[in-house]
């Protein structure tokens, strides 16, 4: 840690250079003279923040960093130095006690923390060693080591490929838990490597670290003894990243580039920074405004006492004489302590058991998330996993919610579901009845069928138009290999075969037309094998592949079967095959596209073409070509393809699903209903990303698309930065100025008659918002990016870089009203804005645990996130809130009596409670009720929360702790402490108070008053609480009684160790007068009267009155059943 | 703080872990606040009239006899040269003063509820512990020790600031002045009479040898083993006066119990006819701006006269039911336009 520091702080020269030159395997190499070992850092990974030595200090300046417990500590010092009415125990020791759990609870949390970092970095590499692979941890490779990994193994640092088994010189990797992406990614191996790793004598000079995953520059110099140096340049496909996994390779041997801290993983992993929630944020203002109270009280006491002492023969009355300590006192220094003494004597008012209480409340209140049955998986055996409580009410604060596609809103599961060849469609057969196609062909919805001539050929397409790869499983690996989505069949034991493409919509059309009884065998040097319906097996030579790439949309191939014809096969989206197929086949399939395409289904067509011998030769020649184009091959290559893939027949349809998340749509209209707006960010490609965003209803047939991406940045056939600035303020223009102003608590669906908008934006485009060349105006482009998107119902981006995902979403987070954000994701490439978001939600989805740990709330399933929000949520935000105002309002007309009695004791400090009682109330007598009621309190029901989503609207924005009710609550205490002060005073006018003439002193006027302040804001509490459960009754009576107890006990004693029995017998004296029974009573009465007349009165308000009429306590339904 | 159930556990299904346990939700609807605000409106009326009732029988008489104004017989004690000064003060009383009745005395602008003040004491002393005479502790400063550094017993500022005028009440009956008994016991509270102070024991017999080596405190003429020598259980620390002095008042303007006239003739009441109250005036108030006052009451079973518990409880009371017939009207309004909409 400190070393990182250090290398931050005097590691400028490392900065300053561009470039770092790596050894491989750290020797030597003829060209430098003397080999200095440049120093990297270690491949450590480090996430913990103490260690052993330094918890103790660092701990404890973290929490007197905290305002109230510097406060706190400052109050406990005043008491030790300056001779105040308190004791210094009164606030020493819940400062202690404040301190010390959570400097236990940290360092439990740390410790953890520790834990896991050791499992990554003691986890056992090979690094080649003389030759021989040696075992190692994985903290010990150093930048130059050559590492070697094993299929399904994960990368332990970023490596650039030096060899792989394969014998193409590639290897296979998923990317899976940095970006999302499961399909398979071929990488390189740097080209003319030799195969003897130990005699290799080379240096690599690359970039220094930086987080862009697909950047990576570099240079890598060989050195041989009797040849000149070879250089050989190095990219991103040379380089495998830490955390992306080994697949469909042995082994490969890589060395290592970037270490520990600086992978590009760990560099997009951002540091935890400790989330604060709005709550909080309330609270800090809250203290703020009591602080204000509690300095103008303590001023005005101190004023008032010199102003008092002024008068003639006040200051020093003949019965009180000052001492001599404190006749020698300068004034201005006796003026400072009497204020302090105000201050210690005040200090109640912002207690230290407040924080405690919270805590507390956060702490046992999330285990009603992790307890909670419905968020149970059974499949994976989990329930919800905490990570942390402060955020609980957080959670009923949401206002956007970033959602990861992969894994999050889909399942990551392509199924292939219905098809439609020649015009007729063919529905989707469930997973149980696969076989039954193989005799009696499709079975159609409609009566007829297409001709079977057609059927084969639309089959046979698709067994031979893709770039799949078969694998043979072992049954043991049919489970591990389902991590990465694809792959086998476990319904088929007899054909344990899997199948791996670079997408998983090929697996799945390859796998459809097996179910139909065409089956892919294969591809064996270039000739391709499927077995059709009649078990036959069928060979077709594989001549070319016109490969998929997004601006196309669309992918062919061409083969040439067994009786000599050579065909082409393409397939792609609907609007890239139209164009090119006879205009008179398409409007038949149009129909049943469109059809699919609106249930949120991924559609292809397939087209096919005979070519003849001419045609293929003139093709076949200009493909060649092209390929070896030195320059512009990409344009040459487009250009063939086009001309290829022209005048085709269009066969046939497809419909592939991405399976949602169980549950998928209803959330995200819950979520919608419930005011939030989601927003997609994901790696994946657009069309995938938008047709899982319409399967999600967060798109609608009448949402207008606002899209900002390379495509349309690109097309008009201007420079990108025109295009942006034009198609900025058209989409600006659209969404933002000619739409009526948005009015709150509209939900969406009943607003139909505005257009809605969706708004696609890619990684490519916003970067350009965001990082706008230099001549450009960067934050007009940016404010008007965020105002698009907030005017947009839903908003996808897609082709996201992890960074750039937290880029989004800090950008929401920053912007006007600060709204709260909510992240959800499975994957380590959502880790960055799960981290950036105020509350980061992991889904334990199959990609690895990186999300989970690093998110506040883990939950099995995107459904979940729905009674998260919704009820959990809202029952937490209402139990804080209200939690946070009592605590207030309670210390508030508890002090405010003790001020007011300072104008009655001629401000001399002189407490009006007893030392026992001013400790004791905020621990003991009124603590446990609003502990209960704020982790017990359902003042609507979990199951109406969860019907009815728009419930959540009503604590938006934090509507129970905004100015108004604080006011309300500020008020309400004053009202009370007068009450009890004055009613008290007014009694005690005669303190001649029973019955055979004797008087009451100063304690039991203070008692009087806090026996009636811990009645009051007691059963204050009781009127709030809406949900007894005989938890409840036990502490609200329980407490009310031990007071009681504790006053007699108290009272009934003459305990040693007190210098002064203050409050021996006063209590049972008290209770002997009849008149202190009436007065308590009465002002009971008379504080609660304005709560309940406020509670009656209030009249349900707000569009679901009626809704919620049967849940709102103070209806007058019930009067209307009563007479 | 991982609070995760443990792999394969599924977590419990128990009404409290699943937020089901069975409620209680009682609705504060108006069917439940209107009656109730009747009841207790009622309740507080009746209450408020027995209380103010019994405060109107309660009778009292003050005598200010601080002697500020020139024409009162006291103002001759007022100047600093004054010593074992007695004044006395006429009064007539019209009527039966019903017994028993209570002798209070009574101060104003007095801060017995100073902080520094109320601190000034030795608790351990008072209870008899014969150490603390010696060793009085540092709160009772700057009356801890005299100027000889002599410990001082009982220490601190509230007792050395005690209460020292006396009263003596006569009756002028033909012209002869009977005295009136005052009973200066049981005015004290019964726990700090009997348990929470005590006197020392005897030492060699003698109950001021128990005190040798302490002073008196500065402002007392007499040592706290002199305070009562008729009567050995109402002398030292266990005078009665003593005590309730030392149970110090709440507010600035406060009285405390002297005696009770509950013997003799006087058992009764106080008749009717001119009374003579002698005072041994001693005690400095113009000082600091207060004044003393005796007062003459009787009480009830809710204590000396106080208007202010009845008028509230009247006032509460009929607030509560005119907010009960308010709540009524609003509700029957609102009844009907709840009808209109629902229909």
Same mark, same amino acid.
């Given at each position: 840690m400190l070393r990182r520091r250090l290398n931050r702080l005097f590691g400028g020269d490392e900065k300053r250079v561009d470039s770092r030159t790596i050894y491989v395997g750290n020797r030597p190499c003829p060209a430098t003279e003397t080999f200095i070992p440049p120093k990297f850092c270690d491949n450590r990974i480090v996430s913990s923040k103490y260690t052993i030595w330094n918890f103790l200090p660092k701990n404890l300046f973290e929490q007197f960093r905290r305002i109230a417990n510097f406060y706190f500590l400052i109050i406990f010092l005043v008491q030790v130095i300056v001779d105040t009415p308190t004791s210094p125990v009164t606030s020493g020791l819940p400062l202690f006690f404040v301190i010390t759990v959570t400097a236990i609870k940290q360092g439990y949390e740390d410790w953890l923390r520790h834990k896991a970092d050791s499992e990554v970095n003691k986890y056992p590499v090979r690094v080649l060693e003389d030759g021989q692979p040696a075992r190692k941890d994985s903290e010990k490779i150093k930048v130059g080591d050559i590492v070697e990994v094993v299929e399904d193994e994960t990368f332990p640092c970023d490596l650039i490929l030096l060899q792989s088994s394969r014998d193409d010189d590639t290897c296979f990797v998923t990317t899976a838990s940095l970006d999302g992406e499961s399909n398979h990614k071929t990488h390189y191996t740097v080209p003319d490597m030799e195969k003897d790793l130990q005699s290799l004598s080379a240096t690599i000079e690359c970039e220094q $670290?930086? $987080?862009?995953?697909?950047k990576f520059v570099g240079r890598m110099h060989i050195y041989k003894p009797e040849h000149d140096p070879a250089v050989r340049s190095l990219g991103p496909e040379n380089l495998l990243l830490k955390g992306a996994t080994l697949k469909n390779t042995k082994k490969i041997y890589g060395v290592a580039v970037y270490t520990g801290m600086e992978t590009k993983m760990a560099l997009n992993y951002q540091g935890k920074s400790q989330k604060r929630s709005a709550v909080e944020k309330s609270i800090n203002a809250f203290l703020l405004v009591y602080l204000c109270i509690l300095i103008s009280k303590a001023v005005v006491c101190t004023t008032l006492k010199y102003v008092w002492q002024s008068? %003639?023969?006040? %200051?020093? $009355?003949w019965y009180n004489q000052k001492t001599e300590k404190e006749k020698g006192t300068i004034l201005y220094v006796k003026m400072f302590t009497d204020f302090l003494s105000f201050m210690v004597l005040f200090n #109640? *008012? *912002? $207690?230290?058991s407040m924080y405690v209480t919270v805590e507390m409340q956060k702490f046992l209140g999330s285990f009603f998330i992790t307890w909670d049955r419905d968020f149970f998986d059974p499949e994976i055996e989990e329930g919800a996993l905490v990570n942390t409580s402060d955020l609980n009410e957080e959670l009923g604060q949401v206002e956007y919610v970033f959602t990861d596609k992969t894994g999050t809103l889909t399942q990551n599961n392509m199924e292939f579901i219905e098809c439609c060849i020649d015009g007729f469609q063919y529905t989707a057969f469930s997973s149980e009845l696969d076989s039954f196609c193989v005799t009696d062909g499709p079975v159609s919805t409609f009566q007829e069928k297409a001709g079977r001539e057609k059927e084969e050929l639309f089959l046979r397409a698709l067994c031979l138009c893709h770039t799949v790869q078969v694998k043979e499983a072992g049954p043991d690996e049919l489970g591990g290999d389902q991590v990465d989505g694809p792959a086998s069949e476990p319904l088929r034991p007899a054909e344990q075969r899997g199948f791996i493409a670079s997408s998983p919509d090929e697996v799945a059309l390859v796998k459809g037309a097996m179910r139909y009884g065409f089956t892919f065998l294969g591809l064996e040097s270039k000739t391709m094998k499927i077995k059709n319906w009649q078990n036959d097996v069928e060979e077709y030579e594989l001549l070319h592949v016109l490969n998929f790439d997004p601006v196309r949309r669309r992918m062919s191939v061409i083969v040439r079967s067994k009786s000599g014809d050579t065909l082409l096969f393409c397939k792609g989206a609907d609007s890239s095959i139209f164009p090119r197929v006879r205009p008179e086949e398409v409007e038949r399939i149009r129909m049943h596209v469109q059809r699919s395409a609106t249930e949120g289904y991924r559609t292809l067509c397939v087209a096919y073409k005979r070519l003849s011998v001419d045609e293929y030769a003139a093709a076949d020649a200009g493909l060649r070509e092209a390929r070896l184009a030195l320059q512009d091959r990409e344009e040459k290559l487009m250009a063939v393809y086009n001309q290829v893939e022209t005048a085709m027949s269009l066969i046939g349809a497809t419909a592939v699903e991405d399976r949602l998340q169980e549950e998928a749509a209803q959330t995200m209209e819950a979520l919608q209903g419930a005011g939030m707006k989601v927003w997609v960010l994901t790696g994946d490609k657009m069309e995938t990303a938008k047709s899982t965003c319409y399967a999600c209803r967060l #798109?609608?047939?009448s949402t207008e698309l606002l899209e900002l991406t390379v495509r349309t940045l690109e097309s008009g056939g201007r420079r990108r930065e025109e295009m942006l600035h034009d198609l900025l303020f058209d989409f600006h223009r659209k969404a933002v100025q000619d739409a009526p102003p948005a009015r709150a608590g509209v939900n969406r669906s009943w607003s139909s008659a505005n257009p809605e908008y969706g708004f696609i934006v890619d990684g490519a485009a916003l970067a350009l918002v965001m990082n706008p060349s230099p001549d450009t105006n960067c934050s007009r482009y940016r404010s008007l990016f965020l105002q698009i998107c907030q005017n947009c119902t839903a908003v996808l981006c897609c082709r996201m870089a992890p960074l750039q995902k937290a880029q989004i979403v800090k950008m929401v987070k920053n912007s006007k009203g600060s709204p709260i954000t909510l992240s959800i994701g499975d994957g380590a490439n959502d880790v960055s804005m799960i981290l950036e978001a105020h509350v980061g939600i992991g889904v334990k989805g199959k990609e690895g645990r990186q999300a989970v740990r690093n998110s506040d709330y883990a939950i099995p399933k995107l459904k979940h996130l729905r009674k998260l929000l919704l009820a959990h949520g809202h029952l937490y935000y209402i139990r804080i809130a209200h939690l946070v105002q009592y605590f207030f309002y309670k210390n508030l007309c508890f002090i405010l009596p003790q001020f007011l009695y300072q104008f009655f004791c001629g401000c001399s400090q002189q407490p009006l409670y007893d030392a026992a009682y001013l400790t004791m109330y905020n621990i003991c007598f009124t603590s446990m009720p609003i502990l209960a009621y704020s982790l017990l309190e359902q003042q609507i029901a979990i199951e109406v929360l969860l019907d009815n989503a728009t419930l959540y609207r009503d604590i938006a924005k934090n509507a129970m702790l905004r100015w108004g009710p604080f006011l309300y609550w500020t008020v309400l205490a004053v009202f009370q402490g007068l009450i009890f002060f004055f009613g008290v005073k007014y009694l005690f006018s005669n303190p001649a108070l029973q019955d055979n003439g004797q008087v009451f002193g100063n304690w039991s006027y203070g008692t009087i008053v806090f026996t009636v302040l811990v009645f009051t804001v007691t059963l204050k509490l009781a009127l709030d609480t809406r949900h007894w459960t005989w938890i409840n009754h036990f502490v609200i009576w329980g407490s009310l009684a031990f007071y009681v107890v504790f006053s007699f006990f108290w009272g009934g004693i003459i305990w040693p160790f007190l210098k002064q029995q203050r409050l021996y017998f006063v209590f049972f004296n008290m209770l002997s007068s009849v008149s202190a029974w009436l007065v308590i009573i009465l002002l009971i009465v008379l504080s609660l009267l304005p709560d309940i007349l406020l509670g009656v009165l209030r009249k349900p308000r707000g569009p679901h009155t009626q809704q919620i009429a049967v849940v709102t306590p103070l209806s007058y339904k019930h009067l209307r059943e009563h007479y | 703080m991982k609070a995760g159930p443990s792999r394969t556990n599924r977590p419990d299904n128990t009404a409290f872990t699943q937020q089901r346990l069975p409620a209680w939700q009682p609705i504060l609807s108006a069917g439940i606040v209107i009656p109730g605000f009747t009841l207790i409106g009622l309740a507080f009326i009746g209450v408020g009239v027995a209380l103010f009732v019994t405060s109107q029988k309660i009778t009292d008489l003050e005598i200010d006899y601080t002697g500020v104004a020139a024409t009162s017989p006291c103002f001759k004690c007022t100047s600093f040269a004054a010593e074992n000064c007695m004044c006395q003060m006429e009064f007539t009383l019209t009527t039966l003063f019903e017994g028993p009745v209570f002798f209070y005395y009574g101060l104003t602008s007095y801060y017995q509820n100073f902080r520094t003040y109320g601190v000034s004491k030795d608790g351990y002393q008072l209870s008899g512990d014969t150490y603390y005479f010696n060793n009085p502790q540092d709160s009772c400063a700057p009356y801890q020790y005299d100027s000889n550094n002599n410990p001082i017993v009982p220490c601190g500022s509230i007792a050395n600031s005690m209460f020292s005028d006396t009263f003596q009440l006569y009756q002028v009956v033909n012209g002869m002045k009977k005295q009136v008994p005052l009973d200066g016991k049981g005015i004290a509270w019964w726990t700090d009479y009997n348990i929470k102070y005590s006197n020392p024991a005897l030492v060699n017999g003698s109950f001021a040898n128990a005190f040798s080596g302490t002073v008196k405190p500065v402002n007392w003429s007499k040592p706290v083993y002199e305070l009562d020598p008729t009567d050995q259980a109402n002398n030292g620390f266990l005078n009665q006066n003593f005590l309730v002095w030392m149970r110090q008042a709440a507010l600035p303007k406060f009285q405390k119990l002297y005696g009770r006239i509950a013997e003799g003739d006087y058992a009764q009441g106080l008749p009717a006819g001119n009374y003579t109250l002698l005072i041994n005036y001693s005690y400095p108030v113009i000082s600091f701006g207060g004044t003393k006052k005796v007062v003459l009451s009787n009480v009830s079973w809710m204590g000396g006269k106080n208007q202010f518990l009845g008028i509230a409880y009247l006032v509460i009371g009929s607030l509560c039911i005119v907010m009960a017939m308010v709540m009524l009207i609003i509700y029957a309004k609102y009844k009907f336009t709840d009808d209109d909409e629902d229909m």
């Open positions: $670290p930086q $987080p862009d995953l697909y008068q %003639d023969g006040q %200051d020093e $009355p #109640f *008012i *912002i $207690p230290v #798109f609608r047939r | -």
